[in-house]
């Protein structure tokens, strides 16, 4: 499941933060976008684990901007629904289990692959779900 934020400096630092403390398995970040995954059916995130996040980013945000904010955090989901939001958690529950493929590529594949995930306004593993797809259905 993935969470989708705005691109930019500081969102990329937070989503490395929520990755180090093990609340999310991965991120992409782009100028344009901020994307995390979650490669397991359920997440819970606190807002305390969040504002921790936040802090370990170097943002400079309250705690009581923070609650004004958080549910616009979890607006914007693919594959993933909010089964849960209150003033204090999130539980995120994705929509179709995923399984998680780690593959070996030459860095001129990688640097394409990366150029035109950002030309696109779209993630890597869209791409290669996609390049896949056509592969395998052919």
Do not use: C
Request: proline share 3%; aromatic share 6%.
């Amino acid at each position: 499941m993935r969470v989708i934020w705005l691109g930019g400096n500081a969102n990329a630092r937070i989503a490395a933060s929520l990755r180090s403390m093990g609340l999310i398995d991965d991120y992409e970040a782009t100028a344009i976008s901020t994307i995390l995954t979650v490669n397991r059916p359920e997440a819970t995130i606190t807002i305390h684990q969040f504002y921790e996040a936040i802090e370990k980013a170097g943002v400079k945000v309250s705690m009581e901007e923070l609650r004004r904010m958080w549910p616009s955090f979890w607006v914007n989901l693919q594959d993933a629904e909010i089964a849960e939001l209150s003033e204090n958690h999130v539980k995120l529950r994705a929509k179709e289990p995923k399984a998680v493929l780690s593959v070996r590529i030459p860095k001129s594949l990688y640097d394409t692959l990366k150029d035109k995930a950002e030309a696109e306004d779209t993630t890597m593993t869209d791409i290669v779900i996609r390049a896949l797809k056509r592969e395998l259905e052919g």
